[in-house]
C-alpha cells in the first residue's frame, strides 16, 4: 500500500502569493493533520480534519487554511505568503481523530522556500 | 511553541557504541512517542509509551518513561550508520494525535 503523498515536493513562491499543498492518506485513514517544520525545529501542528471537518487547529494566523475532501484527500493553503512561511510542510494520516495511542504516518513533506 | 527540551541537540558517535538522548516535556500527557527523520524527509515513527508505562523496547531501541520528572530517554544500542539522523520526542497533550513536537537530537554515526 502506498503511504502519505504530499505534492509538490518542492515549491518557490514570491511574498505575498498564495500556495496550495495537496496530501493524500493512506488508503482507509480518515484523519489528516498538517505540520509545519521550520529550518532546525521540531515540527508545529497547524492543523486536524476528519470527515471533511477541523478537529484542532494550533496557533497560525488567518492566512492559513485548509479542507478535507470526501476522499479524505487535503488541501492547505497559505495566502498572503511571508519569508517567514518558509519551511516544510508535513502531512499525517491516521484511522481516527480521536484514537489516542495510535502513531501518526508522515508524508515526505512539501518545501517550501519563499523569497 | 516547542513542548520541551531534547538533550544533546547533537551528538556524534562511532558505529557500534551506544546512543542515549533525552526529553522533557512540561505538561501531563497520556503517552510520548519518539520519531527518527532523515534528512529533508518526513518523520518515521519509532515507538510508542504510554503514560502509565515505564519502559518499552523495540528492537535496538529502549524508552523509558518518568512522569514524576516529566522525562523520557531513548536508547539506541550498537549503532549502526543508517541510524545517522534527527530524533524527535512528541507528546499528545493538546489532544489526541495533535502532537507537540521538541527540537529534536541530531545523531552522527561515524564508521
Known amino acids: 500500500d502506498a503511504g502519505v503523498t504530499q505534492s509538490p515536493t518542492h515549491l518557490i513562491k514570491t511574498r505575498g502569493q498564495q500556495v496550495t499543498l495537496r496530501c493524500s492518506p493512506i488508503s482507509g485513514h480518515k484523519s489528516v493533520s498538517w505540520y509545519q517544520q521550520v529550518l532546525g525545529q521540531g515540527p508545529q501542528f497547524i492543523f486536524q480534519y476528519y470527515e471533511k471537518e477541523e478537529r484542532g487547529r494550533g496557533n497560525f494566523p488567518d492566512r492559513f487554511s485548509a479542507r478535507q475532501f470526501p476522499n479524505y484527500s487535503s488541501e492547505l493553503n497559505v495566502n498572503a505568503l511571508l519569508l517567514g512561511d518558509s519551511a516544510l510542510y508535513l502531512c499525517?494520516?491516521?484511522?481516527?481523530?480521536?484514537?489516542?495511542?495510535?502513531?501518526?504516518?508522515f508524508g515526505n513533506g512539501t518545501r517550501l522556500t519563499v523569497t | 511553541s516547542q513542548q520541551g527540551e531534547e538533550d544533546p541537540q547533537a551528538l556524534s558517535i562511532q558505529e557500534g557504541e551506544n546512543a542515549t538522548m533525552n526529553c522533557s516535556y512540561k505538561t501531563s500527557i497520556n503517552n510520548l512517542q519518539w520519531y527518527r527523520q532523515n534528512s529533508g524527509r518526513g518523520l518515521v515513527h519509532l515507538i510508542l509509551i504510554r503514560s502509565n508505562e515505564r519502559e518499552k523496547h523495540s528492537g535496538r531501541l529502549r524508552v523509558t518513561l518518568d512522569t514524576s520528572k516529566k522525562s523520557s530517554s531513548l536508547l539506541i544500542t550498537a549503532s549502526r550508520a543508517a541510524d545517522t539522523a534527527s530524533y524527535f520526542c512528541a507528546t499528545d497533550d493538546q489532544g489526541a494525535q495533535k502532537l507537540v513536537f521538541g527540537q529534536g537530537t541530531r545523531l552522527t554515526i561515524n564508521p
Open positions: 499525517a494520516s491516521s484511522l481516527r481523530w480521536d484514537r489516542r495511542n495510535s502513531p501518526l504516518h
